[in-house]
């Protein structure tokens, strides 16, 4: 009975913070006695434990790790949880940092888990079987505490209740998030899709030995050079002397290095101005870069240059446009073009701020920041009428319902559906959605792309849990007959996990209505995808 009691009780989530303390003080005669026996952890929720300051680990029953703006969302997930445990069900973990400290950070994390748990509600109503749990996986900031969260998964890769069957979130592109789909992927056999990680670091790209980097990754963004390539088609008549790149060189960021690289590419004409490097203390430390920054934007007021290539994080890019509206520039106006990490950047803005980039003192230029966002809720609305009118304009006739691109169409149709379920009472409250900063209909896409992962590995076998080798098998499957129809376009994947030709929405952020405005789609390969999604033969 003893070793039944230790076996359990040592097999449960405590053992890894169980402290025990033994003080020991001397009794006559040489004896010791325990003064202090066993205490207890320091647990924040079940299967949370407090390390460095920080809630780490997993939860699927309603924690919200100490961010007030995710408990809604937290709850919703966990009463649907409830809901299907009973029946046939894998589980699925968004792995994000969840104690972000800034305000702006903690209300992009909630947009990015209200994109998870709708897919997850969708999922869970269609016909198919197994049904979808979540829990939400900790890894502490800069997910430099995921090493017990990793063997936390594992566990439950292997435990026949909790059957997880994927890992997905990832939204920051570092050495440490690299080692984990490293060791999620290639020692584990844990499927991985990554819905908003963009270096091409964290991509399986074609090399000559044909083998993976990551086995068993899928992505449903595009790499930075996807979003580089797509940008260069959107503005194809830049030449070198009218831009110039602001790169940060800090270590260990490979998105903001694969950004770098991505703008770095060689461009028509005679040579423009030098790269303009500054090095960061941190991902959202501004530390000396403004002084930086004030310096950078006078030797750009001198140069040519007329669109500013930044590669950094949205902290530094809202610095730095401030700086350069301040410069000495006279009437000129400038567009800083960068990444989708760029996707939130407005809720990093204030009034004053707004009012700064319209230059409307004299000597003071306008600055208008332009990104490659992974989804803008205009994009199908507007696109489509754009090739209405074309079509109109070529043939003189405006073109019926059977006409319309199904790459546009498709889109908009699942873009519909979220708006519905979104307004739908029987969803839940999780608190305010906005849909302009890409994270939930991308985080919404990325679960839906798992979902139909494992419906069409279980196909043939309704009702019961297919083994997670046989889920990533899955990702090269989802394209043409089996596309994703995301609402954020379609989502076809080549044999390295790839989404084939995903089109990026350029917007901008307007210092005039102080809104995020879609300006059109651009897409990496210069052309839409092609009819019914199929993948050319030798894409990676």
């Known amino acids: 009975m003893f070793n039944w009691f230790f076996n359990v009780f ?20 040489g004896g010791y006695v325990i003064r202090e026996a066993v205490v207890s952890p320091d647990l924040c929720a079940d299967g949370v434990e407090k390390s460095g300051g920080e809630c780490v680990g997993t939860n699927g029953s309603g924690y919200d790790f100490g961010t007030p703006e995710i408990r809604k969302v937290a709850g919703a997930i966990a009463k ?22 800034i305000q702006a950070e903690r209300r992009q994390l ?13 999922a869970n109503r269609q016909e198919e079987e197994p049904k979808m749990r979540l829990v939400l996986a900790n890894p502490g900031d800069d997910y430099r505490q995921h090493a017990r969260v990793v063997d936390r998964l594992a566990e439950m890769a292997d435990s ?15 050495t440490s998030t690299r080692d984990v789909i490293d060791r999620l992927t290639n020692d584990l056999k844990i499927p991985v899709l990554a819905s908003r990680v963009t270096a091409d670091e964290l991509a399986n790209l074609p090399d000559a030995t044909g083998k993976p980097r990551f086995d068993g990754l899928a992505r449903v963004i595009p790499t930075n050079h996807k979003q580089a390539d797509a940008l260069a088609e959107f503005h194809r008549d830049l030449k070198d002397k009218d831009t110039v790149l602001v790169r940060d060189t800090r270590r260990g960021d490979i998105y903001v290095d694969s950004l770098a690289s991505a703008f770095g590419r060689p461009e028509k004409g005679p040579p423009g101005s030098k790269d303009q490097e500054f090095t960061s203390p941190g991902i959202t430390k501004q530390g000396d870069t403004g002084n930086d920054f004030a310096l950078i934007g006078h030797n750009i007021c001198q140069s040519q240059a ?31 073009v960068s990444g989708s990490g760029a996707a939130t950047l407005d809720r990093y803005m204030s009034a004053a701020d707004w009012r700064e980039l319209r230059g409307t003192e004299p000597g003071k230029p306008a600055i208008t920041v332009e990104y490659a966002a992974p989804a803008h ?4 609305d507007v696109s489509l009428r754009d090739w209405e009118k074309e079509r109109k304009k070529a043939t ?27 307004t739908k009472e029987s969803a839940g409250d999780i608190g305010p959605v906005r849909l302009d900063d890409s994270r939930t209909m991308l985080v919404h896409d990325g679960v839906h792309t798992i979902a139909q992962a494992v419906f069409l590995a279980n196909a043939r076998a309704a009702g019961s849990v297919p083994p997670r080798e046989r889920v990533a098998a899955q990702w090269p499957r989802l394209d043409s007959a089996h596309r994703v129809r995301g609402t954020s376009g379609w989502i076809c994947l080549t044999n390295g996990g790839n989404p084939y030709n995903k ?12 809104k995020v405005a879609f300006s059109g789609l651009a897409w990496p390969e210069g052309r839409p995808q092609p009819p019914g999604c199929v993948v050319p033969s030798g894409t990676g």
């Open 10 to 29: 040592w097999a449960n989530g405590l053992r890894k913070a169980l402290t025990v303390v033994l003080a020991l003080a001397l009794v006559g005669g």
């Open 160 to 174: 026949t209740e909790d059957n997880l069957r994927a890992v997905t979130g990832f939204n920051l592109s570092l």
């Open 503 to 514: 089109p990026v929405a350029v917007v901008r952020l307007d210092p005039r209505t102080r």
């Open 80 to 101: 649907e949880n409830r809901r299907v445990a009973a029946g046939p069900h894998i589980t699925v973990a968004v792995m994000l940092p969840l104690q972000p400290d």
């Open 306 to 336: 007329k669109i500013v290539y930044f590669a950094g994080r949205p902290v530094h890019l809202r610095l730095f446009a401030l700086k350069l509206a301040a410069a000495p520039c006279g009437d000129k106006s400038y567009t800083i």
């Open 377 to 380: 809720p205009d994009a199908w």
């Open 110 to 122: 909630r947009s990015e888990l209200q994109g998870a748990y709708l897919a997850q509600y969708r």
């Open 396 to 422: 003189g006739k405006k073109p019926g319902e059977a006409g319309r691109p199904a790459y546009l169409t498709e889109p908009q149709r699942e873009l519909a559906a979220l708006r519905a379920l979104i």
